[in-house]
T-cell receptor, first 115, second 111 residues
């Protein structure tokens, strides 16, 4: 198993550009989520999905879109990047239900800078 | 409001000393997680605490959960330099909407 993979590892964008952060998992996990990590803020939930075709907003969803067309992939889209979106982005996955809550798997992260 | 508070946020200590990191949370939960993060790296799962009174130990680290007090502790025994990292607690408040993280404790252990 590759676990949770994220691409790219690093990205620099100019204000107003768009891009997609990729996240994939090969563990057949129903639940996937995106977090952002800012200095001194811990991780904050952006969007999550409980299965293919189902997504919902987390704590800080503004400026981000997601879709879940397959169980394996959960891309995060920035439609018009802003400097406030400079952050490190982590994707996570787990099994659904009580068994799944016992362990979350985090990807390696994408470090995004918006100038 | 769902809140998780860690303290201290920054801790510098000497090797060989003991110390405790505290994690308080705002409302009922019996699922609490401790993670370690090294600079530039992802989160490494340390402990998963899933019931009141749960205690888990791994090497020099021990974590406990008191759901009545809404408090978890991460105790470090006889610290060594390799334990220098940032430690996060996170709480699952139920539902589908992920984990709520504390701000992290930046731990520096000096020789």
């Amino acid at each position: 198993n590759a676990g949770v993979t994220q691409t790219p590892k690093f990205q620099v964008l100019k204000t107003g550009q768009s891009m997609t952060l990729q996240c994939a998992q090969d563990m057949n996990h129903e639940y996937m989520s995106w977090y952002r990590q800012d200095p001194g803020m811990g991780l904050r939930l952006i969007h999550y999905s409980v299965g293919a075709g189902i997504t919902d907003q987390g704590e800080v969803p503004n400026g981000y879109n997601v879709s879940r067309s397959t169980t394996e992939d959960f891309p995060l889209r920035l439609l018009s990047a802003a400097p406030s979106q400079t952050s490190v982005y982590f994707c996570a996955s787990r099994l659904a239900g009580e068994e799944g809550r016992a362990e979350q798997y985090f990807g390696p992260g994408t470090r995004l800078t918006v100038t | 409001e769902l809140k998780v508070e860690q303290n201290p946020l920054f801790l510098s200590m000497q090797e060989g000393k003991n110390y405790t990191i505290y994690c308080n949370y705002s409302t009922t939960s019996d699922r609490l997680y401790w993670y370690r993060q090294d600079p530039g790296k992802s989160l490494e799962s340390l402990f998963v605490l899933l019931s009141n009174g749960a205690v888990k130990q791994e090497g020099r680290l021990m974590a406990s959960l008191d759901t009545k007090a809404r408090l978890s502790t991460l105790h470090i025994t006889a610290a060594v330099h390799d334990l220098s990292a940032t430690y996060f607690c996170a709480v699952d408040f139920g539902g589908a909407d992920g984990l709520t993280f504390g701000k992290g404790t930046h731990l520096i252990i000096q020789p």
